[in-house]
């Protein structure tokens, strides 16, 4: 087959300006140690949460006097744990993983929004200042179940 030579140069150009955005990518993200937005970059076994603590007890832990860490661990299709209960004013910063695909954790009565990966730890925090019921999605379509995968924070008085 016969390509002409200016075609050929073309094609020569395009690859290679490929190739260039692909290695400087690459080479950054490495140097950069880039890893997901929310995190610290934090990981874990996804085929060992259950055994890795703190997330082999997903749940609430008071940490100060008016700060909480809850551990959450999200697969198809729930969150564990389903329902925490603080005191309003309450800080809790929340890691969450993932067992199996990528889902996403967000309240929506709250700035609380990450997306959560498995192998990684998502993080985020929030003061609850009003008492309320406060629902956690996921809004990361993760399945058929995606709409029944819900949980809540009770802010109680
Ligand atoms: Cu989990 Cu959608």
Redesign the pocket.
Same mark, same amino acid.
């Given at each position: 087959m016969h390509v002409p030579r200016f075609e050929k140069i073309w094609i020569g150009l395009g690859l290679a300006t490929m190739a260039a955005f692909f290695i400087t990518l690459v080479t950054l993200a490495v140097a950069s140690g880039l890893n997901p937005p929310s995190t610290d970059g934090m990981t874990i076994d996804p085929t060992k949460v259950s055994q890795t603590p703190p997330f082999d007890k997903p749940g609430l832990h008071q940490s100060g006097p008016h700060t909480y860490e809850a551990y959450y661990v *999200?697969q198809?299709?729930q969150w564990n744990p389903q329902q925490i209960t603080v005191p309003a004013g309450s800080t809790v910063k929340f890691f969450v993983t993932s067992v199996d695909v990528v =889902? *996403?954790f967000s309240i929506p009565d709250a700035d609380v929004n990450v997306e959560v990966m498995p192998g990684w730890v998502s993080e985020v925090d929030h003061t609850f200042k009003e008492p309320g019921n406060y629902l956690i999605v /996921?809004n990361?379509? /993760?399945g058929a179940g =995606?709409a029944g995968?819900f949980a809540s924070v009770k802010v109680t008085p």
């Amino acid at each position: 087959m016969h390509v002409p030579r200016f075609e050929k140069i073309w094609i020569g150009l395009g690859l290679a300006t490929m190739a260039a955005f692909f290695i400087t990518l690459v080479t950054l993200a490495v140097a950069s140690g880039l890893n997901p937005p929310s995190t610290d970059g934090m990981t874990i076994d996804p085929t060992k949460v259950s055994q890795t603590p703190p997330f082999d007890k997903p749940g609430l832990h008071q940490s100060g006097p008016h700060t909480y860490e809850a551990y959450y661990v *999200g697969q198809i299709f729930q969150w564990n744990p389903q329902q925490i209960t603080v005191p309003a004013g309450s800080t809790v910063k929340f890691f969450v993983t993932s067992v199996d695909v990528v =889902h *996403g954790f967000s309240i929506p009565d709250a700035d609380v929004n990450v997306e959560v990966m498995p192998g990684w730890v998502s993080e985020v925090d929030h003061t609850f200042k009003e008492p309320g019921n406060y629902l956690i999605v /996921c809004n990361q379509y /993760c399945g058929a179940g =995606h709409a029944g995968m819900f949980a809540s924070v009770k802010v109680t008085p």
